[in-house]
């Protein structure tokens, strides 16, 4: 039995219940578009525990979120997630709606998954430290998502 029947299997997620509601709208939004990743992000939208927004975890992977990461070739990455309007890799925003982005989002400190690249490489990534925005900047983040 060569098969390792635990490799693929995804950390538990959690997202806040306002940020389940619009990636979901943007998943569906873009699956002309971005067809692979608006489905990876909604696959992922419908594992996800939903949680009050006043009691989501520090630790977790959010809109906005300033996440440190180690990934499987041992290069660490710090990166900003966001929405695909307030995306730029010059300033290592990066959009959820990107492989990435989308396998980033409700992950935990400590949780590690596997993520496919656009050119079908698979890669592991493991988040080190995950940082949240002041509340005036989620209230911002927020009322972008809609514009």
Request: glycine share 4%; hydrophobic share 40%; net charge negative.
């Amino acid at each position: 039995m060569s098969e390792k029947p635990f490799l693929n299997r995804k950390p538990p997620l959690k997202v806040s219940k306002s940020e389940h509601a619009k990636l979901i709208m943007i998943a569906e939004l873009s699956m002309r578009a971005s067809p692979a990743v608006a489905e990876e992000l909604l696959t992922e939208m419908e594992r996800a525990e939903i949680v009050d927004d006043h009691t989501m975890p520090v630790d977790v992977v959010r809109m906005g979120s300033i996440v440190e990461f180690r990934s499987d070739s041992a290069q660490n990455g710090r990166v900003t997630l966001v929405y695909p309007h307030d995306a730029d890799i010059a300033l290592n925003k990066v959009s959820v709606l990107t492989p990435i982005g989308a396998a980033l989002i409700g992950l935990s400190i400590g949780h590690s998954i596997n993520w496919l690249t656009p050119d079908a490489r698979e890669h592991e990534l493991t988040i080190l430290n995950v940082e949240q925005p002041a509340n005036e900047q989620r209230l911002a983040l927020s009322d972008s998502a809609c514009g």
